[in-house]
């Protein structure tokens, strides 16, 4: 009987006061770090998508993560009610690469830290995951001089082929490499990092796939500027 009601008395909903004055502080300093994560995002991250858009979701995500884990990890019915609610309400992001879905992580990771007022681990593990992403991509940076994304498609039954767009692209740029490939019955679509030597050879580039298909669709996204 003492067992079961110890049982009982450790799964019931205590009302433990959370301090404000700490509280208050870890949310500052949660969101200060998602606001850097953001910055590091925009600046150094590769994804297609507009990443400051993107970018915008890190301090919400991060301070909701460290409110929630502040209310729970004092009561194992909460933390198995939680369970329960996320199991109904998912979580559906439209994460297209990797590298979006890595940043989101380390902004829960973040909320993680702070709400189980794991503040020195957290820091330290953050700027030591930031430096680690700063010197990859300085590593990097002269074995990946592309500067350019561009994305060709065409949406008729008649569309070109991968073929005839990658031969003209090789013949005016210094380097090309293809990011993303989609492909159905009545349409295409690729998308490109290229190095285009100056703004001339990408113009004789768009002129020559406009002569493949009048109806093909070019868009240009300037990553680090050729004009």
């Known amino acids: 009987m003492n067992r079961l009601q110890t049982f009982q008395e450790f799964l019931a909903t205590q009302s433990v006061q959370i301090p404000i004055a700490g509280f ?3 949310l500052l300093l949660a969101a ?3 606001f850097l994560l953001s910055r590091v995002y925009i600046k150094y991250g590769e994804s297609l998508s507009n990443r400051r858009i993107f970018a915008r979701n890190f301090m919400l995500l991060t301070m909701t993560t460290m409110l929630v884990i ?4 004092s009561s194992l019915a909460l933390s198995l009610g939680l369970v329960g609610a996320l199991s109904i309400v998912r979580f559906r992001a439209a994460i297209k690469e990797p590298e979006e879905l890595a ?16 503040r020195a681990i957290t820091i330290m593990a953050f700027f030591i995951i930031i430096a680690i992403i700063c ?4 590593s990097h940076r002269f ?15 008649q569309k070109i082929d991968l073929d005839s767009i990658v031969r003209v692209l090789k013949k005016h740029s210094l380097g ?3 990011k993303r490939f989609d492909e159905t019955k009545e349409a295409l679509e690729a998308s490109f990092l290229v190095e285009f030597k100056d703004f001339e050879n990408l113009k004789e580039a768009r002129e020559e796939l406009r002569k493949l298909k009048d109806s093909i669709k070019i868009t240009f996204l300037d990553n680090k500027g050729i004009y």
């Open 176 to 178: 090309l490499n293809m």
């Open 143 to 157: 074995q990946d001089n592309q500067n350019l994304y561009l994305t060709v498609s065409s949406q008729d039954s």
């Open 32 to 34: 200060m770090l998602s």
């Open 103 to 118: 940043y989101l992580f380390l902004s829960i990771a973040i909320g993680l830290g702070f709400g189980a007022d794991q």
């Open 24 to 26: 208050a502080f870890n």
């Open 135 to 138: 010197l990859k991509k300085f």
């Open 70 to 73: 502040a209310i729970v990890k």
